[in-house]
């Protein structure tokens, strides 16, 4: 919302920021990994990731932040197939830019269950098979 109280639509993702004046000049890929690749998506909050230490890969950097919200898209042919459904970490960066990222590139730290070490992990398997009851 502007001062005047007039709503301003259609900011790119990169020219969004949490101060006056956020860190840096983002181009869109420091903020997410992939265009949007459907149109319909619902959005939730993981209350138990809420306050948690994160961290988030933009650009094959590393950022600290604090976590939003959640974007997982529906309805898009993409999300049908395991290996690539995805949702996408809405994250306040440290910086107080935005970030977009599929899940693959945040970790949280839940001090009483993940441990010391707070890194991005490697070798993960993703899913491959599609399960069915019928």
């Keep these: 919302m502007l001062e005047s109280g007039a709503i301003y639509r ?10 006056r004046h956020p860190a840096g000049v983002w181009q869109p890929k420091d903020v997410q990994t992939w ?9 939730l909050e993981y209350r138990y990731l809420a306050g948690l230490e994160v961290k988030v890969r933009c650009d094959n950097v590393v950022y600290g932040g604090e976590y939003l919200f959640t ?13 690539q459904a995805k949702e996408f970490c809405f994250i306040r960066l440290i910086n107080d830019r935005l970030a ?28 491959v098979d599609i399960w069915s009851a019928e």
């Design 10 to 19: 259609n900011v790119p993702a990169h020219g969004i920021g949490f101060s």
């Design 35 to 43: 265009d949007c690749y459907g149109e319909r998506f619902t959005t």
């Design 71 to 83: 974007a997982a898209p529906v309805g898009d042919g993409f999300s049908a197939y395991p290996e």
């Design 100 to 127: 977009i990222q599929p899940t693959n590139h945040v970790v949280f730290r839940e001090r009483s269950f993940t441990g010391d070490e707070f890194q991005m992990p490697k070798g993960l398997k993703r899913q």
